[in-house]
C-alpha cells in the first residue's frame, strides 16, 4: 500500500494514496478508534451543499476567486451525488462540535477541487482551510448541515412513506364499511363498532403525528450559519448568514433562513428536541398499530383470528406452517429505537456549556437514525402488511354476537342495575343476553330484539 504525505499545523502524517482527506482527518481516524457508526450519509451531503452555497456567496462578497468558486462546486456536486462516500470514514464517537467531520469535508473538497484545477490548466490551489472553509466555523457549519439533513430527510423520506400509509388505510375504511365487529378497551369486550371505524382510529393517528412533525421540523429551517466561532460573526461578512441561507434554499428546493440568534443556534439544540419529540409521537403511535393488527391477527386458531395478515415467510424452524406477524416485530423494534433516540437526544441537548453544544453527532446521529428508520419501516409495514390485511368476517360475527356488552343498549330502557343483571346472569350461567333477560323477567324476547340490535349502536342517537 502506497502513502503520500500530508501536513497540518501538528506536523506531518502518512495518508494512504488513494484516499482523498488530509491531515486532520487522518489524525481523527488515529486518535478515535472507538465504535463502528460512522458519520451519516444525509449529513455528508448536507455539508456538501453548505460547502457549495458558502463558496457562492463569498465569490459574489468579492472573497473568492471564480476559479476556487467553480472548483468547490466542482467537488460539492460529486459529494451530494454520492460518488465520494468512501472518503468520509469518520466515526460519531470524536469531538463533540463536529470539527473533524468539517475538515474532513474541507479537505476532500480541496482535493477534489484541486485535481480539477488541474486539469483545467488553472495554477490556482484550493486550501482547505482558507478557501472551502473561509467565513465559516465548524461550530457554525455543522449545526447548519443538522439542520439541512434533517428537514431534507424528512421531506423526502419519511413524509412521503407516511402519505403512502395514510392512503392505503383509508382504502381499507372505504373498503369494511359494512363489516360490524365487537369494540374492546381494556382488552375486554366492548361495545361494537365497524372495522372501518376502529383502523379510521388508526388512520387519525398517523395523520395526527404528520402535522405534529410538520409543526415542529419548521424550527429546523432556521440555520445558525454567519455566526462562526461563538456567535458573533467573526470572520464572516455581514450578510453571509443570509445569503447562505438563501442558496441552500435554492439547492434544495426548500426554505431556509438565517437563524435570528446565533449565540442560541450554537448552543442549543432545542429545535432538534422538539421535532424529534414529533417523531417519538409518530413511533408510539405506530407501536399501538402495529399491537391492535398482532392481536386482531392472533392465532390463527387459539387467538383473536379476526384479520388475516401476508404470509412474507416461514415463521419457525421447528414448528411447520407456523407463520408470525413479523412485520408488526419489525416495526415496534423500530419504535422502541426511535424511543431510546429520543433518551439520547434529550441528555445531549441538555449539555450547551456557555457558547457551544458538544454532543452534536451523537445527537445528529440519533435524529437521522430514527427519520430512516421510521421511513423505511412504515414503507415496508404499508406495503407487506397493512395493504394485505383481510377480515375473518365469519370470528368478527361469532365474537359479535357472543358479546355481553351489547346489554349496553338496554341501559336508557331499563336502567344500568337491570343491564348489568343481565349480563351478570348471562355469564354465568353461559347463556345469551337474550335468555337471561327473559329468564329474569326484565324483556320479552321481541322487546329484546327491537332493543338490542348492533346496527343501531354504531354512533350517537338523535334523541
Known amino acids: 500500500m502506497s502513502y503520500r504525505i500530508e501536513k497540518d499545523t501538528i506536523g506531518e502524517i502518512r495518508v494512504e494514496e488513494s484516499k482523498y482527506w488530509g491531515a486532520q482527518t487522518q489524525r481523527s481516524i488515529e486518535n478515535f478508534p472507538i465504535g463502528t457508526e460512522i458519520m451519516p450519509e444525509q449529513l455528508i451531503q448536507a455539508f456538501a451543499i453548505l460547502k457549495r452555497s458558502a ?55 480541496a482535493y477534489v477541487g484541486n485535481q480539477w484545477l488541474k486539469e483545467q490548466e488553472s495554477e490556482t490551489i484550493l486550501h482547505p482551510n482558507d478557501d472551502v472553509n473561509q467565513s465559516q466555523s465548524s461550530n457554525d457549519t455543522f449545526p447548519t448541515a443538522m439542520h439541512i439533513a434533517a428537514v431534507v430527510s424528512i421531506e423526502e423520506h419519511l413524509f412521503p412513506a407516511v402519505n403512502e400509509m395514510k392512503e392505503t388505510l383509508q382504502n381499507k375504511i372505504e373498503e369494511f364499511q359494512h363489516i360490524i365487529k365487537i369494540g374492546r378497551t381494556h382488552l375486554q369486550d366492548a361495545t361494537p363498532v365497524t372495522f372501518s371505524q376502529e383502523i379510521s382510529g388508526w388512520l387519525e393517528m398517523i395523520t395526527q403525528s404528520e402535522k405534529m412533525i410538520k409543526d415542529s421540523y419548521r424550527y429546523l429551517r432556521e440555520l445558525a450559519i454567519g455566526g462562526t466561532a461563538v456567535g458573533t460573526g467573526l470572520n464572516a461578512h455581514r450578510d453571509f448568514g443570509q445569503r447562505v441561507c438563501d442558496q441552500i434554499s435554492k439547492h434544495t428546493n426548500g426554505v431556509f433562513t438565517s437563524a435570528p ?14 421535532t424529534h419529540g414529533a417523531l417519538k409521537s409518530l413511533a408510539a403511535n405506530l407501536m399501538k398499530i402495529a399491537n391492535d393488527i398482532r392481536w386482531l391477527a392472533s392465532g390463527p386458531r387459539a387467538g383473536f383470528g379476526e384479520i388475516t395478515i401476508p404470509a412474507n415467510e416461514p415463521g419457525s424452524s421447528i414448528m411447520p406452517g407456523k407463520v408470525n406477524p413479523t412485520q408488526t416485530e419489525a416495526i415496534t423494534m423500530v419504535a422502541a429505537q426511535v424511543m431510546g433516540n429520543d433518551t439520547t437526544i434529550g441528555i445531549a441537548a441538555s449539555q450547551g456549556n456557555f457558547q457551544l453544544n458538544v454532543y452534536k453527532p451523537v445527537i445528529i446521529y440519533n435524529l437521522l437514525q430514527s427519520i430512516q428508520l421510521l421511513a423505511d419501516s412504515i414503507a415496508s409495514f404499508d406495503q407487506r402488511c397493512i395493504k394485505g390485511i383481510r377480515p375473518n368476517e365469519t370470528k368478527m360475527n361469532q365474537y359479535l354476537e357472543q358479546s355481553l356488552m351489547l346489554v349496553t343498549a338496554l341501559n336508557p330502557h331499563i336502567g344500568y342495575e337491570k343491564a348489568a343483571s343481565i349480563a351478570k346472569k348471562a355469564y354465568q350461567e353461559n347463556t345469551t343476553l337474550k335468555q337471561a333477560a327473559v329468564s329474569l323477567n326484565i324483556l320479552s324476547e321481541k322487546a329484546y330484539d327491537q332493543l338490542v340490535n348492533p346496527m343501531n349502536m354504531l354512533g350517537p342517537t338523535d334523541n
Do not use: C, R
Request: glycine share 6%; hydrophobic share 40%; net charge negative.
Open 55 to 109: 463558496a457562492e456567496v463569498n465569490h459574489e462578497l468579492g472573497q473568492l476567486e471564480k476559479d476556487k468558486m467553480l472548483a468547490i462546486q466542482y467537488a460539492s456536486d460529486q459529494i451530494i451525488a454520492g460518488k465520494m462516500n468512501d472518503h468520509f470514514p469518520l466515526v460519531v464517537w470524536q469531538t463533540g462540535s463536529g470539527t473533524q467531520t468539517n475538515m474532513n469535508m474541507n479537505e476532500v473538497i
Open 261 to 274: 440568534n446565533k449565540f442560541h443556534a450554537l448552543t442549543s439544540h432545542d429545535a432538534i428536541v422538539h
